[in-house]
């Protein structure tokens, strides 16, 4: 079973950042935190991935709470096409990766 | 590099019926592994390999098979397709040097069986 808790669907304005959260209360010391996006019913995509620290790539921003029970996604300036199902995983990088259901972004107009 | 490629996109089967999803990658991964994602549902993991001659189960391993008798290929099996076996699969990749990696998927095989 995942062992992430991610609301269901959110809605975000085009430009405006979106912000998802995630809970993962029973994470472990050496486990990672990794956010993949699926866009329609293509493969998922990496998008990034952390332990502890804040970590920023070109895409979006991750931002891990001191005590690593939860951690929010940031898309700075959603467009069209970040509209997608975005998980949330957490992992130990050697151990397959397990899914939950993600939640569903759409990014309105 | 061609990435993960999955062959074929679309099957048909009938309900008892056999056949093999075929996965393959040029990016001298370890690391492969086959899941199922049912509508509106997220990826089941069926089965995974850490390298060539090494494989294990999944979450959803039943009524499928998988060997791995080169770094590139994965090869998923229907021993007995059935109707709950309807979904979409992907094939995914990634080297196994650790934590930081990550893991690239194909674009999937829709399977339908009546």
């Known amino acids: 079973d995942a062992k992430t808790t991610q609301p269901t669907s959110m809605d975000c304005a085009e430009g405006r950042a979106a912000n998802l959260p995630c809970n993962h209360s029973?994470?472990?010391?050496?486990?990672?935190v990794y956010w993949y996006r699926q866009i329609h019913s293509q493969g998922p995509q990496y998008i990034i991935h952390?332990?502890?620290n804040n970590e920023t790539n070109e895409m979006a921003s991750l931002i891990i709470t001191e005590d690593r029970k939860s951690s929010t996604l940031i898309l700075p300036h959603a467009t069209l096409r970040d509209t997608a199902v975005y998980y949330c995983?957490?992992?130990?990088?050697?151990?397959?990766?397990?899914f939950g259901k993600g939640t569903r972004l759409s990014v309105i107009a | 590099n061609a990435g993960v490629t999955q062959t074929p996109k679309f099957q048909v089967l009938k309900t008892g019926q056999s056949m093999t999803l075929q996965c393959a990658q040029d990016?001298?991964?370890?690391?492969m592994s086959w899941y199922r994602q049912d509508p509106g549902m997220g990826l089941r993991l069926i089965h995974y390999?850490?390298?060539?001659?090494?494989?294990d189960q999944g979450e959803v391993p039943n009524g499928y098979n998988v060997s791995r008798s080169t770094t590139e290929d994965f090869p998923l099996r229907l021993l007995s397709a059935a109707p709950s076996q309807t979904s979409v699969y992907f094939c995914?990749?990634?080297?196994?040097?650790?934590?930081?990696?990550?893991?690239?998927f194909g674009p999937g095989t829709r399977l339908t069986v009546l």
């Open positions: 995983i957490v992992g130990s990088g050697n151990t397959p990766l397990v």
């Open positions: 990016m001298n991964h370890e690391y």
């Open positions: 952390g332990l502890k």
């Open positions: 029973t994470i472990s010391g050496n486990e990672y």
């Open positions: 995914a990749s990634r080297p196994n040097r650790g934590v930081t990696d990550t893991q690239y």
């Open positions: 390999s850490v390298g060539a001659g090494i494989t």
